[in-house]
């Protein structure tokens, strides 16, 4: 679990990344490590994301700030109904307030983002207000039932 902002009370959201996303079975994802989790959708922070990404992980990365009201409502919406994420693809939600370097590392420039990586590789992204059904669809986008490619792009 990770706060997400140390902004105002009023805005404060409490972010804990298991709520948000179920492994496909249904069973939450708690207790689950970035790296060790072998199936179901492991929970990032934004210190195990790099590593995880390195090596050649899927992940959903939620960017948004406690003063982003779009990004908040996302959080909110994703509590009460979690997204039944493909098997060992991974969850993470960065509080840009606390963690700026990891949004400049994904090129952020508005809240809320949703990037869906897979490795180093991008492979989409939600800009602005977007609703939880965008999320779940990008995350289900058959590249990534396929390996990633090597070599040279044509």
């Known amino acids: 679990m990770s706060v997400c902002g140390a902004g105002s009370a009023r805005h404060a959201v409490v972010v804990d990344q298991d709520r948000f996303v179920t492994s496909p079975a ?6 689950a490590s970035s790296a060790g989790a072998s199936s179901g959708s492991p929970a990032l922070s934004p210190d195990t994301l790099e590593g995880f990404l390195g090596s050649g992980g899927v992940a959903g990365v939620l960017f948004t700030a406690p003063w982003c009201a779009a990004g908040v409502l996302l959080l909110r919406m994703l ?3 979690p997204i039944a994420a493909p098997s060992g693809v991974a969850f993470a939600v960065v509080d840009c307030e606390s963690h700026p370097h990891v949004a400049d590392r994904f090129q952020v420039r508005s809240l809320p983002t949703f990037v869906l990586m ?11 207000a977007f609703s939880p059904d965008q999320v779940k669809s990008l995350m289900e986008r058959p590249a990534l039932a396929r390996p990633p490619r090597s070599g040279v792009r044509s």
């Open 118 to 128: 897979r490795g180093e590789r991008e492979e989409g992204r939600l800009l602005g």
């Open 26 to 31: 249904g069973a939450s994802s708690a207790g």
């Open 79 to 81: 509590s009460e109904d």
